[in-house]
Nanobody, 127 residues
Framework: QVHLVESGGGLAQAGGSLRLSCAVSGVTFSSYAMGWFRQAPGKEREFVAAISWSGGSTYYRDSVQGRFTISRDNAKSTAYLQMNSLKPEDTAVYFC????????????????????WGQGTQVTVSS
């Protein structure tokens, strides 16, 4: 059985930092690209960042570029999202997802490309 469990969410002040973790079990972690998505109340789920199976390629939405860093530790079967310089508009539930193989759409930014999803962790940024 495949499980993705997010942790590290919470309350931060604007300009602060949080580090999210996504622990993966039940699959060969190194065979999957990993992505982070977020969803605010009343809004659609949106792509945040992704990292290839080898860690050699990363992708970010423009609004988090330079502030967030995605990484992975294949030995620990864990993906991370380091979030710095947080803004109130970063407030959302953050989900991690795993994508096996090559995306049929050719991009890691589309949610329906991912095979497995975690339950999400709340991130709240106050001004």
């Amino acid at each position: 059985q495949v499980h993705l469990v997010e942790s590290g969410g919470g309350l931060a002040q604007a300009g602060g930092s949080l580090r999210l973790s996504c622990a993966v079990s039940g699959v060969t972690f190194s065979s999957y690209a990993m992505g982070w998505f977020r969803q605010a109340p009343g809004k659609e789920r949106e792509f945040v960042a992704a990292i290839s199976w080898s860690g050699g390629s990363t992708y970010y939405r423009d609004s988090v570029q330079g502030r967030f860093t995605i990484s992975r530790d294949n030995a620990k079967s864990t993906a991370y999202l380091q979030m710095n310089s947080l803004k109130p508009e970063d407030t959302a539930v953050y989900f991690c997802a795993a994508d096996y193989g090559v995306p049929s759409s050719g991009t890691y930014s589309t949610a329906n490309e991912y095979d497995y999803w975690g339950q999400g962790t709340q991130v709240t940024v106050s001004s």
